[in-house]
């Protein structure tokens, strides 16, 4: 190793010790989401397989399973954009659209 290389491995441990911090609970944060989401998506899974196999429901409870579909499909939809060349920007710019057109894009575990 020459001292331009120790110079630049320097340089990144400085800033992972600057963003140690904030990495880790951006994932603890991430998990947390990811969390809370398989806990309602598999409380719809539930919901519908009660209503398919002909158990009467309240609208209460089919609303709670149908919203829990959107939020579902709207990260779905996240997700493939942002697995696209550009996808973060792509996901900035559909977001502010859907404000300006009055639609809301964004789920509701992202909006904090």
Same mark, same amino acid.
């Given at each position: 190793?020459?001292?331009?290389?120790?110079?630049?491995? *320097?340089? +990144?441990?400085? $800033?992972?010790?600057?963003?140690?911090?904030?990495?880790?609970?951006?994932? +603890?944060?991430?998990?947390?989401?990811?969390?809370?989401?398989?806990?309602?998506?598999?409380?719809?899974?539930? +919901?519908?397989? $009660?209503?398919?196999?002909?158990?009467?429901?309240?609208?209460?409870?089919?609303? /709670?399973?149908? /919203? /829990?579909?959107?939020?579902?499909?709207?990260?779905?939809?996240?997700?493939?954009?942002?697995?696209?060349?550009?996808?973060?920007?792509?996901?900035?710019?559909?977001?502010?659209?859907?404000? *300006?057109?009055?639609?809301? +894009?964004?789920?509701?575990?992202?909006?904090?």
């Amino acid at each position: 190793m020459n001292i331009e290389d120790s110079g630049i491995f *320097r340089s +990144i441990m400085k $800033k992972y010790e600057s963003n140690k911090d904030k990495v880790s609970s951006s994932l +603890i944060k991430i998990k947390t989401v990811l969390a809370t989401e398989t806990k309602e998506t598999s409380d719809m899974l539930d +919901i519908y397989s $009660k209503y398919v196999s002909g158990e009467k429901l309240d609208k209460k409870t089919i609303h /709670q399973a149908n /919203q /829990q579909f959107a939020e579902l499909i709207k990260n779905v939809g996240f997700l493939g954009v942002f697995a696209l060349p550009g996808g973060l920007l792509a996901i900035a710019f559909l977001v502010k659209l859907g404000k *300006r057109l009055g639609i809301d +894009i964004l789920p509701k575990n992202f909006k904090d």
